[in-house]
C-alpha cells in the first residue's frame, strides 16, 4: 500500500502471478483494485479493502512529520509457507 491509500501487487518470485488474467511477470508489478481476481500457483484469491482502515492508517501516517512510504510485497513463494501453518 502506497502512502495515498493504493494498492499493487508486484512479483518477487520466478512463477508468474496472474491478475483478472493478466500475468504479472517476475519483478513487475500491478495496481490492485478491490474485486481483483490474484492467481499464483494453483491458488486464487479475491482483493478486498477495508476502506476504514485504510482510512484510519493514512490520518495516522499524515499526523507524524516523518511519512515514509509502506510497501507490501507478497510472493507466491511466501504464499505458499503460510499456507501450511
Known amino acids: 500500500m502506497t502512502e495515498d491509500g ?3 501487487i508486484k512479483n518477487v518470485g520466478r512463477h508468474s502471478i496472474f491478475v483478472n488474467g493478466k ?3 517476475a519483478k513487475q508489478h500491478l495496481h490492485l483494485i478491490p474485486g481483483c481476481l490474484i492467481e499464483m500457483r494453483g ?3 479475491i ?3 477495508n476502506q476504514k482502515s485504510v482510512d484510519q492508517y493514512i490520518a495516522n501516517i499524515s499526523k507524524s512529520e ?3 512510504k509502506p510497501k507490501l510485497e507478497i510472493s507466491s513463494k511466501m504464499l505458499l509457507c503460510s499456507s501450511k501453518m
Do not use: C, G, P, R
Request: net charge negative.
Open 23 to 25: 500475468e504479472v511477470m
Open 47 to 49: 482483493f478486498e479493502v
Open 43 to 45: 491458488m486464487a484469491f
Open 6 to 8: 493504493s494498492f499493487f
Open 66 to 68: 516523518v511519512v515514509k
